[in-house]
């Protein structure tokens, strides 16, 4: 898996939920069409009288979401980037997307804007199978945050973590470790280590 990849299961899922932030600070989802990916770009549009793209003019930054028939999820957050040339690419998504020409005839589509996202942090994340599979990219210059949990040093061996995993992806050793590809990031180790051996990624 890559971030390439990752963006062409969201064009499969195609229909993706897109969340922003509102003037209220409040969050906002809807579900937005993925119009085409292209060196590892994704595209989409809106128009313009809709609140989703005052959000985008204003926020600059979308996360999108998407599940598979597979059970594989792929997470998007993002900066969006308003395109010029707006007939040239309303066009070609129109081409590609031939179901657009029902809901906007004509030059109706015109009233639609182009934006792409070209850099971001980029999550996939597989259920169909134990334990779970999860690995992060980043696109373009964008940057991964870490999650999930780390065991430190000032582990005592007492092995709780490893019993009440429920993915069992902790493996004893000096200090134990866990396989963060496998990770639910549920906290339950974090929050039942006897000597707070366990940190979050994010606070190291």
């Known amino acids: 898996m890559n971030a390439a990849e990752c963006l062409n299961i969201l064009r499969e899922i195609k229909d993706c939920a897109f969340a922003t932030v509102d003037e209220n600070g409040l969050p906002q989802n809807r579900i ?11 595209y989409f549009l ?11 003019e204003s926020g600059k930054v979308a996360a999108i979401t998407g599940l598979n028939d597979k059970w594989q999820t792929v997470r998007l957050v993002g900066k969006v980037e308003k395109l010029a040339e707006q007939k040239y690419w309303i066009d070609r998504f129109f081409e590609l997307n031939p179901s657009m020409n029902g809901v906007y005839p004509g030059d109706a589509r015109y009233i639609l804007e ?10 996939f994340f597989d259920l169909s199978d134990t334990p779970i599979y999860r690995e992060s990219f980043t696109l373009g210059s964008g940057t991964v945050t870490e999650k999930g949990f780390v065991i430190t040093d000032n582990c005592i061996g007492c092995g709780l973590c490893e019993t009440n995993c429920p993915q069992q992806c902790i493996e004893s050793g ?6 963060q590809n496998n990770c639910l990031h549920c906290g339950l180790c974090y929050e039942n280590c006897p000597v707070q051996a366990i940190v979050k990624r994010e606070e190291m």
């Open 32 to 42: 937005i069409d993925v119009m085409l990916v292209e060196d590892e770009k994704l």
């Open 46 to 56: 809106t128009a313009r009288g809709k609140h989703f793209y005052n959000q985008l």
């Open 114 to 123: 182009p934006f792409c996202i070209k850099d971001g942090d980029l999550e």
């Open 174 to 179: 000096t200090p134990f470790e866990i396989h």
